[in-house]
């Protein structure tokens, strides 16, 4: 995937981790669109380790995997935050 893909990619994935987890988070919208983004790629290595697939385009498997690597890296960086 192009890197304008894995933006857009994030961007929804984290998106929609923020709603499935509302709250004040510090930093806003850009940290949770760089929590996307993040969250994608590490949950497409995560998922490729543990052989549940990769984030290898735009499909539900991936978009599934990059939404559950950024509700991973939003809940850590709630913690550290804290």
């Known amino acids: 995937m192009g890197i304008i893909a894995w933006i857009i990619f994030g961007l ?7 709603l499935l987890m509302p709250g004040k988070d510090p930093g806003g919208f850009i940290v949770t669109i760089v929590l996307g983004i993040l969250g994608a790629v590490v949950g497409g290595w995560i998922g490729t ?7 290898s385009g735009f499909n539900f498997g991936s978009f599934v995997i990059a939404i559950l690597g950024a509700l991973i890296l939003l809940f ?7």
């Open 12 to 18: 929804i994935a984290g998106a929609i981790a923020k």
């Open 76 to 82: 850590a960086y709630r913690m550290i935050k804290r």
């Open 49 to 55: 380790a543990l052989g549940f697939g990769s984030v």
